[in-house]
């Protein structure tokens, strides 16, 4: 990377990091299902849940078909504007359009075209950043979508209140993050690939120019397994919370915030974890998760449930952030927008696996409820998956490329 690449403005380095923040964007107009259930009784509930699933769907779908050429044929910076136009589009499209269910999710659909773009923002900034400062714009883009779903979620239920379709008018904030991006983004400069000599080549070097590296594909199944084997967290911790007596599902939101913030919080200072932890960085993120529902498990009392929400929320953020990083380490740099795309896009297959999960481990475990099976199913995947990362953490964790 040149000087010139190096030297980046403050406006710069926001434009680079307001990047992620489509990726949330499905999650903004959450609060407004139940309202739209009602608004829409003759739609089935199944159709109205697409308003959430469907731009995850798209998502995932043109992330996989675009990454080949992302950043050769295709520059990162229109495309990245192009994202943010559509999610501006897509998102408050339904405000103005919305007598039938077909047009908003017509919408919606426009909105995943925007949120696949955010699946090349880690290769974004492994391109534009230099090495010392990888680890941490990665972690603080991270979270600063987690901040800005903390933040804007309470308002988009106030307004799904007054009527469902209200809850798109939170959308208008990426009409400012289109603002920041074609003012200030900066297409990162194309990289000297060279392939390394027979002879100089080390054992965890990557794959040689224009091969995907395999490694990728161990972090790729760590990410699938991550969500698959956390999302019953997500969606059944109040259920759970209730069930053994400890509190209402309003209490049980508290826990979700501890994990949600915990997560934003721990990216905030990824740099310094992946600097202490090095390549045990995925191993010890994991290890997190197990201790986070055995905890669960044993809960007797609701102070227990909120560390182990801490612990999987740092867990499972810190863990997406650290397989980026290590994605960008492992990959040949002529394949590095597709090695990461396969990184998040698997993650994105795991979350809609993941009720299908809950079924399963319930069926095998046979435990008091679906969600304690799930729990305590997970805690043993999640072990082995950090004892795997421990074994391979030198393959996994690659090395860093010239800058």
């Known amino acids: 990377m040149s000087e010139k690449a190096k030297k980046l403005s403050i406006m710069n380095l926001v434009a680079l990091l307001v990047v992620g923040t489509v990726s949330g ?20 509930t199944s159709t109205i849940r697409m308003m959430s699933t469907l731009p995850n769907l798209i998502s995932m779908v043109l992330g996989m078909v675009m990454g080949s050429v992302v950043g050769k044929k295709i520059g990162y910076r229109p495309l990245c504007i192009l994202g943010a136009i559509c999610a501006t589009v897509g998102g408050l499209g339904p405000f103005f359009f919305h007598s039938r269910w077909g047009m908003v999710l017509f919408f919606r659909a426009i909105l995943g075209i925007g949120v696949s773009t955010a699946t090349y923002r880690a290769a974004l900034i492994m391109r534009s950043v230099d090495a010392s400062k990888k680890a941490q714009f990665i972690g603080w883009s991270q979270s600063l979508v987690t901040f800005m779903m903390v933040v804007i979620q ?26 920041v991006e ?19 080549t080390p054992a965890n ?74 390549r045990y960085s ?12 055995i905890l669960l498990v044993f809960a007797k009392s609701m102070p227990v449930v909120f560390v182990a929400a801490a612990f999987m929320g740092f867990g499972y953020n810190g863990g997406s952030s650290s397989l980026q990083f290590a994605a960008g ?10 090695s990461m795309t396969t990184i998040t896009c698997a993650a994105g297959l795991g979350s809609f696996l993941s009720s299908y999960y809950i079924t399963l481990a319930h069926s095998i475990v046979g435990a008091a409820t679906e969600v304690q099976s799930a729990y305590l199913l ?26």
Not at 25 to 44: E, K, R
Not at 329 to 338: H, Q
Not at 378 to 403: H, N, Q, R, T
């Open 25 to 44: 964007a499905p999650g903004l107009a959450g609060p407004a299902i139940q309202a739209a259930i009602q608004a829409f009784p003759d739609v089935p």
């Open 154 to 179: 309470p308002i988009s239920g106030y307004l799904a209140d007054i009527q469902f379709h209200y809850v798109f008018i939170v959308y208008v904030i990426y009409a400012l993050v289109f603002v």
């Open 182 to 200: 074609l003012l200030f983004l900066k297409e990162p400069e194309p990289m000297a690939i060279e392939a390394p000599k027979k002879e100089e």
């Open 205 to 278: 070097a990557p794959a040689a120019k224009g091969k995907f590296a395999f490694w990728i594909i161990p972090l790729a199944l760590i990410s699938f397994l991550n969500i698959t084997c956390l999302y019953a967290f997500n969606t059944g911790v109040s259920s759970y919370v209730v069930d053994k007596g400890f509190g209402t599902a309003a209490i049980a939101g508290t826990a979700l915030s501890v994990y949600t913030l915990s997560g934003a919080i721990g990216n905030l200072f990824l740099k310094y974890f992946t600097k202490i932890f090095g």
């Open 282 to 293: 995925i191993c010890v993120t994991d290890f997190c998760i197990m201790i986070g529902l």
């Open 329 to 338: 380490r492992v990959a040949n740099p002529s394949t590095l927008a597709i």
């Open 378 to 403: 997970s805690s043993f995947i999640f072990a082995g998956i950090g004892i795997f990362g421990f074994v391979f953490s030198k393959k996994l964790y690659g090395e860093d490329k010239a800058d």
